[in-house]
């Protein structure tokens, strides 16, 4: 048998099907940008995952690889987001840090003034205020319930899980402040980035 060495784990990815037996069309691996599955082994470095655990992780992580016939797949614990028990309720591992409520939509000033969400432009690669979900054992910046700035780029793409359509594992580096209320009237507009909208008439 395998035996991972460092903080390794040795995981047997779920196989995810197209459909259910009644036709039914359900999400594809390729539709999710994370994989679960059930761990086979640890490395001697690893604490807080066991043989036996489902897990969640990062869709594309790791190395696949197979053995006797046995498609295995070989993660960092840095690329895997917590345990999921037998009710799917995730436990995160380390230091993860797991957000949700991403203000990525329209907002509205205190003068009731309507801003559409820049998400999809230039001007909107700028930080973004998240509400911190769960958090792994390790985790010592923020806790749950508090509302953290992240930096732009530092989180996954969305994923479901406890019920929520849309949590984000968030890189703790990027993590830029705090608050333990969610900040009102944030406005987020990039005013560095130079768009190819704005023309001179001659």
């Known amino acids: 048998m395998i035996r991972p060495l460092g903080d390794r784990i040795v995981v047997r990815a779920d196989e995810f099907q197209e459909t259910t037996a009644s036709g039914i069309f359900i999400a594809t691996a390729e539709d999710k940008s994370t994989d679960t599955g ?21 869709k594309g992580a790791g190395e696949t690889l197979e053995i006797l016939g046995d498609q295995l797949t070989v993660l960092t614990l840095n ?89 984000y594992r968030v890189d703790p580096l990027g993590c830029l402040a705090v608050s333990d209320e969610k900040p009102d009237n944030t406005v987020y507009y990039n005013s560095d980035v130079v768009t190819a909208d704005k023309k001179v008439a001659f």
């Open 38 to 58: 059930e761990v086979v082994a640890v490395g001697p470095e690893v604490s807080g995952i066991n043989a036996e655990d489902d897990v969640l992780f990062l």
């Open 79 to 167: 690329e895997v987001v917590g345990v999921l028990d037998q009710t799917s309720a995730l436990s995160p591992v380390a230091d993860v840090i797991v957000c949700t409520d991403a203000e990525f939509g329209d907002q509205q000033t205190q003068a009731g003034i309507i801003i559409k969400s820049n998400i999809n432009q230039s001007q909107g690669i700028t930080s973004r205020w998240m509400r911190v979900h769960k958090v792994g054992p390790e985790q010592e910046l923020v806790k749950a319930g508090q509302w953290v700035l992240v930096e732009y780029g530092r989180w996954t793409a969305g994923f479901t899980v406890d019920g929520f359509d849309e949590a």
